[in-house]
């Protein structure tokens, strides 16, 4: 009876314990962090410097899927460097960078702008993560349709997997979108918003959670635990 009372005593703990824990690790890095939202600003984003000649960018009151603002992005047909955001500098963002498991991005093109006659489109090509990781870091998207006949407005949210960096002693990052389309009559805009770094928890808010784990948090308790955490 005792031991019966005990043990399961222990195992509650140890759920609840593990249960904290794991809220606790989700919140750690201030996941998911919004990289690209431009409500009337570049916010920290900039024509990328071996952009093609003629490529040009600006937060406009259009096409937006978070806020009221997109970043109208003109690029040059092929395979191009279009944008680029650098974080370095920003510690909290760098951190966000480093325990992101995803990167998720929406775009818009507009049917009216553009005539595909015989070429062909992408919503994007991908993105190319620069740290301490690696220089040259090419991503393709994991999630998300690219292609796009345009016969009809396009609005697509794209997924990109981040590759570990190596958390949390990124100093420097910076994240580039490349475009790629080639053969069209005439060429329009891409519309980004809502660029957003993901970790391991998914899109969910990370913010109730913290105040949900944190009174019950114990810190020594934490190692032992640790090599069980489900992953
Ligand atoms: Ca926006």
């Given at each position: 009876m005792n031991m019966n009372l005990m043990s399961r005593i222990g195992v509650c703990s140890f759920i609840c314990l593990a249960i904290t824990l794991g809220l606790a690790g989700i919140s750690y890095a201030g996941l998911p962090q919004v990289i690209g939202n431009w409500e009337d600003s570049n916010d920290g984003w900039a024509?990328?410097?071996?952009?093609?000649?003629?490529t040009t960018a600006k937060a406009v009151k259009?096409?937006?899927?978070?806020?009221n603002y997109s970043y109208k992005v003109f690029v040059p047909s092929g395979w191009q460097k279009a944008i680029v955001r650098d974080l370095s500098g920003d510690a909290n963002l760098l951190a966000a960078l480093g325990k992101a498991t995803q990167l998720k991005v929406d775009i818009t093109l507009k049917a009216k702008e553009w005539n595909i006659g015989t070429g062909w489109v992408k919503a994007i090509e991908c993105i190319v993560i620069q740290s301490d990781m690696g220089g040259w870091q090419q991503i393709d998207p994991a999630d998300g349709e690219t292609g796009w006949n345009g016969a009809e407005d396009k609005k697509v949210t794209v997924t990109f997997d981040i590759p570990p960096?190596?958390?949390?002693?990124?100093?420097h990052g910076s994240i580039t979108i490349i475009t790629n389309y080639d053969g069209v009559t005439t060429a329009g805009n891409f519309y980004f918003d809502n660029v957003r770094l993901i970790g391991a928890a998914g899109e969910t808010k990370p913010a109730e959670m913290k105040k949900a784990a944190e009174p019950n948090q114990p810190k020594e308790a934490a190692k032992p635990v640790e090599p069980n955490k489900p992953k």
């Open positions: 024509v990328h410097s071996e952009a093609a000649e003629g259009e096409n937006a899927t978070l806020g960096q190596t958390p949390p002693d990124l100093t």
